[in-house]
């Protein structure tokens, strides 16, 4: 089975420019949460969607915006990017009623590099 | 606050031999969910285990074992008969909340190497 597809693998940014990266969660998988991962660092948690309405936020900057669309893929849009910007952006992807059990799944996710 | 601790930043083991991971946690749900991540040096980011804080035994998969201490809110990783391969980092994580769209959150990871 597919798994959560993020695209794309690679980017490079100047300072100041916009990006997009984009989320495909697995099939029938109504949650999807985005994270950014710095050098060295642990993942941290910036926004959730569930059935396309944000579910939660976290230390997400007002630089950044998201959503999630009908076919339950989602997007991270961030504009005036930053040399601070430059991460691992990881989406996870999970179904509905798994509260805590198993199906939070991972995609491969997206490097991004600011110059 | 941190909710989810992680002691041991860097830890050595030689190949072929067990090596333990600490992770303990806070939290005042009692319904919560623990899991453990792999994240080689290709970034991608690998379930290995889960436990459920109603789960009675301690999970099993392969060669991963949780040890999980309840009362002391612990569920150390366990990695048996180490290979190469296994180096890695090592993110402890957990999920509380009663939804279904409840995210994980991450300690600070432990960077495993296996010697030859």
């Known amino acids: 089975a597919a798994g959560v597809i993020q695209s794309p693998r690679h980017l490079i940014k100047e300072k100041r420019e916009t990006a997009t990266l984009k989320c495909y969660p697995i099939s029938r998988h109504d949650t999807v949460y985005w994270y950014q991962q710095g050098p060295g660092q642990d993942p941290q948690f910036l926004i959730s969607?569930?059935?396309?309405?944000?579910?939660d936020k976290g230390s997400i900057p007002d630089r950044f915006s998201a959503q999630q669309f009908s076919d339950y893929h989602s997007e991270l849009n961030m504009s005036s990017l930053e040399l601070g910007d430059s991460a691992l952006y990881f989406c996870a992807s999970s179904p509905r009623g798994t509260a805590r059990g198993y199906g939070y799944t991972f995609g491969s996710g997206t490097r991004l590099t600011v110059v | 606050a941190q909710k989810i601790t992680q002691t041991q930043p860097g830890m050595f083991v030689q190949e072929k031999e067990a090596v333990t991971l600490d992770c303990t946690y806070d939290t005042s749900d009692q319904s919560y969910g623990l899991f453990w991540y792999k994240q080689p040096s290709s970034g991608e980011m690998i379930f290995l285990i889960y436990?459920?804080?109603?789960?009675?035994q301690n999970a099993t998969e392969g060669r991963y074992s949780l040890n999980f201490q309840k009362a002391r809110k612990s569920a150390n990783l366990v990695i048996s008969a180490s290979q190469l391969g296994d180096s890695a980092m090592y993110f402890c994580a957990m999920r509380e909340g009663g939804t279904s769209y409840d995210k994980v959150i991450f300690g600070p990871g432990t960077s495993l190497s296996v010697i030859p």
């Open positions: 969607f569930y059935e396309k309405m944000q579910s």
């Open positions: 436990q459920g804080s109603y789960d009675e």
